[in-house]
């Protein structure tokens, strides 16, 4: 996919079952479903001689693997798109996932988010909310992987990495809810009850919100730090 744009109707889908390589500036959208199953190999790269690359008003479900790489561009969820990861997400250069039109979108994360590749910063901006579903894995990899957009998230987050980082939003956490890894806490408004962290918590800014008659539980460090 090079340029133009891919019209897909309301209640159609279409599924690629193999490679996908979109790599200049060009438009997705039209109301239906872009489904890649497992298996297929998904590379995206938003190049700065190339433009964006636009989903508008689309819904993306990811079984495969996307790769996608921010060099110069971005990746823009508009217009109400939501993307759902099934499978695996790759950040391969530091940059970010976007919009900047109709107040975003949503990310869903039921599989793996990852920083596979650059030294610096990955992660949502503007009005792209990342929501991780239960047992959806956040991996700071080679970098940090910012979560600074809010969102809502359920059941299990799995944290791998010293570097993912909620540090601007608004994140609400499900009653009951499990952190797994390195929680850090520095900028954002964090909304918990009942939740457990096992691991550690880094509290650095923001503020973190315990409900009424519920109780945060820590298992293993936390460090709190004045901002």
Do not use: P
């Not at 976007?98 to 990955?122: D, I, P, Q, R, V």
């Not at 980082?165 to 499900?174: S, V």
């Amino acid at each position: 996919l090079s340029g133009g744009t891919l019209n897909l109707a309301r209640n159609s889908a279409l599924e690629v079952a193999g490679t996908m390589n979109w790599d200049s500036a060009a438009s997705i959208s039209g109301g239906g479903e872009l489904n890649l199953l497992a298996g297929t190999i998904a590379t995206l790269r938003a190049r700065t001689n190339g433009g964006h690359l636009t989903l508008s008003g689309v819904t993306v479900n990811n079984m495969g693997t996307v790769n996608y790489a921010s060099e110069g561009r971005q990746l823009l969820i508009n217009d109400g798109t939501t993307f759902n990861n099934s499978g695996r997400f790759n950040f391969t250069t530091d940059g970010d996932v976007t919009e900047n039109s109709g107040f975003g979108g949503n990310f869903n994360n039921s599989g793996t988010l990852a920083k596979t590749g650059g030294s610096g910063s990955s992660g949502f901006a503007s009005f792209v909310r990342f929501n991780n579903l239960d047992g959806g894995t956040v991996d700071s990899g080679t970098g940090s992987l910012l979560l600074q957009t809010g969102g809502n998230h359920a059941g299990v987050f799995n944290i791998v990495g010293s570097n993912v980082r909620f540090n601007a939003g608004t994140h609400t956490f499900a009653t009951g809810a499990t952190l797994n890894g390195i929680a850090n806490f520095g900028g954002a408004t964090v909304n918990l009850s009942g939740a457990r962290i096992q691991g550690a918590l880094n509290l650095s800014g923001g503020t973190l919100n315990l409900a009424r008659n519920s109780a945060l539980e820590v298992a293993g460090t936390m460090n709190w730090d004045s901002a």
